[in-house]
């Protein structure tokens, strides 16, 4: 009998033991792809700080700068699987038994963003409130993704008070 969709995913589950740490100057949202896959947020991770995380191998995960919601990578990538504890001890070849399950180091960092993305998020930063950015002499367009990422910045805020 073929097993079909959660249960083949249960099937194929494998524990994966990971410690995600941000190599960048941003905070970044460290997110869980759901079953349904939306982004569940898992924890708010401040610049080069790390967190562990115990997950599975079916599990996928992705990582956001707080203000601008940009995409980050790990490893040249924007969605990331965790290999299982016990491949990952073979492929780094430890000739010696594994009693204690290996947790592998993921490291976050930012894509290579155009200027204008940059500059956006450096203003962001700074800005302590939308009121702030209608004093800029900058492009309408402009001040409308400034306020965006103002407010994104206010909720990162609130979930990490929460």
């Known amino acids: 009998m073929a097993l079909m969709g959660d249960q083949f995913d249960i099937a194929q589950r494998k524990p994966a033991y990971v410690r995600f740490q941000n190599n960048t100057c ?13 982004e569940q947020t898992y924890c708010i ?4 700080k790390f967190v562990d995380v115990n997950t599975f191998s079916t599990h996928s995960w992705t990582f956001r ?29 430890f000739k010696h038994p594994i009693n204690v399950p290996l947790r592998t180091r993921v490291l976050i960092e930012m894509p290579a963003m155009d200027l204008r993305q940059l500059c956006l998020l450096k203003l962001a930063s700074i800005l302590k409130n ?33």
């Open 26 to 38: 941003y905070s970044i949202e460290v997110n869980w792809m759901n079953f349904h896959n939306k």
């Open 45 to 48: 991770l401040d610049p080069n």
């Open 65 to 93: 700068e707080c203000i601008s919601k940009s995409r980050m990578v790990v490893a040249g990538r924007e969605v990331f699987i965790a290999t299982p504890w016990a491949e990952e001890h073979k492929r780094l070849e």
């Open 130 to 162: 939308k009121d702030d950015i209608i004093t800029l002499e900058i492009p309408t367009t402009l001040q409308k993704e400034l306020i965006e990422m103002i407010s994104n910045k206010e909720t990162s805020k609130v979930k990490l008070t929460n």
